[in-house]
């Protein structure tokens, strides 16, 4: 690059999905002969459902090849609308659906369709990793509320209360139930009260529900069934998850029929449009196959309870089941005490330090904020006995006091500060 030529400061400052970098490791070291058990990303390891692959094929088929409207092509809306209208009991229509690539593109267009420099946004935390650049992009900030383990991480409605009514910023709040990295799910009551807190306020809430279909505690509630929301809210959906379709790149978002047209404008200016080939594949997938879906969901159900069955056998590990989404986050605080290590060193360690062969990847908490700190996440996307495999291993690589030394010695930014 010519000397004269210089990032952006938001370029320079950009912080990104960590899931991916340790996903980019993971692969290099298994090309390089070694055994990795992967837990590190947020993917489903069934393939996409048998309508949705159909569907595609017939598609491209049909050579359904071209630009769209720039808010979808109107028979999905219409099947998304009538889709969520039946399952949850909201009465939406297409105009109040837009259809994107995946549900994280909405962050960065709810920022631009609400925030102004120096607004406040309410976050909890810990947080998926892209809200911060996203509120960045619009020269926001972002203000923390702790979700605690022994709140079974769900959000703490006086933090809301003192950010709608104290903060003289105050403009958005991100909420993410059924929530990634802890697994804690909001119950209708904390819905209630948040959005008794924001009706009415010039405040605009994002909701983040990639995992509607994965609640294993009680059931998903959508925020937009509490009154008065679909005009104050964007509530965000993908296919990611429920059908195994993350490499579609398919999502969409729920509002108000302005919203949803100013979210066109973003996409209009940005994408064009989402492929047509996809929007039908997923048009397909949700007409057929949520018998299909279900069971999936019932098979990531026990993966996850495998996991932290297992889990729970390890000593210094504190974990209970998720609520819902298919992440177990244990608490190692203990772990990474005894070992001096940090969260994030710890599951480095794991898959580069303890063992030259074979290695777990998985996330530090802190990769989702500050707030994660002393906490693991694993992620359910392998099959039974290789989750059972990554316990046993974890199990034994914290054993070997020498080899984290040897690993601390090569990587002394995992150090916990003040320890030698
Ligand atoms: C909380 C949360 N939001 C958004 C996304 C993005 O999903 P998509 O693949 O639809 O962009 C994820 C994916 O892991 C997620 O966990």
């Known amino acids: 690059m010519a000397t004269s030529l210089s990032f952006s400061q938001f370029a320079r400052g950009l912080s990104t999905e960590t899931a991916f970098d340790v996903l980019a490791v993971a692969r290099r070291l298994k090309a390089q002969g070694k055994d990795v058990i992967e837990l590190q990303i947020g993917d489903s390891p069934f393939n996409s459902t048998q309508s949705a692959l159909d569907g595609g094929i017939q598609a491209i088929k049909n050579n359904q090849s071209h630009y769209c409207p720039s808010l979808g092509l109107l028979s999905f809306r219409e099947t998304v609308a009538g889709n969520y209208a039946k399952e949850y009991g909201i009465p939406i229509s297409a105009e109040n659906v837009v259809v994107g690539p995946g549900a994280k593109v909405f962050e960065q267009f709810f920022c ?31 203000v923390f509320s702790s979700l605690k383990q022994e709140n079974q991480f769900r959000p703490d409605l006086n933090d809301v209360e003192n950010f709608v009514k104290k903060h003289p910023k105050a403009r958005a709040i991100f909420l993410n139930s059924p929530h990634n990295p802890t697994g804690g799910v909001a119950t209708e009551a904390d819905l209630k009260g948040i959005a008794d807190l924001i009706r009415g306020r010039n405040i605009a809430l994002f909701s983040d529900e990639p995992y509607d279909h994965m609640v294993w505690t009680g059931k998903h509630y959508p925020f937009l069934a509490q009154p008065g929301m679909l005009d104050q809210a964007v509530a965000c959906y993908t296919f990611s998850k429920s059908y195994s379709m993350s490499g579609w790149r398919l999502g969409y978002a729920v509002s108000s029929k ?26 397909a997938a949700l007409k057929n196959d949520a018998a299909e879906r279900d069971q999936v969901m019932a098979r990531f159900h026990k993966k996850v309870q495998l996991l932290v069955d297992d889990l729970k056998q390890v000593e210094g590990v504190k974990v209970f089941m998720p609520a819902g989404t298919f992440y177990v986050f244990p608490n190692v605080a203990p772990i990474c005490q005894r070992l001096g290590i940090v969260s994030h060193g710890l599951a480095m360690y794991l898959l580069e330090g303890a063992d030259d062969k074979k290695g777990v990847a998985c996330l530090g908490g802190e990769c989702f904020g500050p707030a994660g700190q002393g906490f693991l996440r694993f992620s359910c996307a392998e099959p039974d006995e290789r989750l059972r495999e990554a316990v046993a291993f974890f199990k034994e690589a914290i054993g070997h006091a020498d080899r984290v030394k040897r690993y601390l010695e090569a990587n002394p930014k995992y150090r916990i500060a003040g320890r030698i």
């Open 258 to 283: 302005a919203i949803v047209e100013a979210i066109g404008k973003m996409i209009n200016t940005a994408l064009s449009c989402v492929p047509p080939i996809v929007q039908l594949a997923g048009e």
């Open 112 to 142: 631009e369709a609400f925030l102004d420099p120096g607004d406040a946004v309410l976050v909890f935390s810990p947080h998926f990793p892209t809200y911060g650049p996203n509120i960045e992009r619009r020269g926001g900030q972002m």
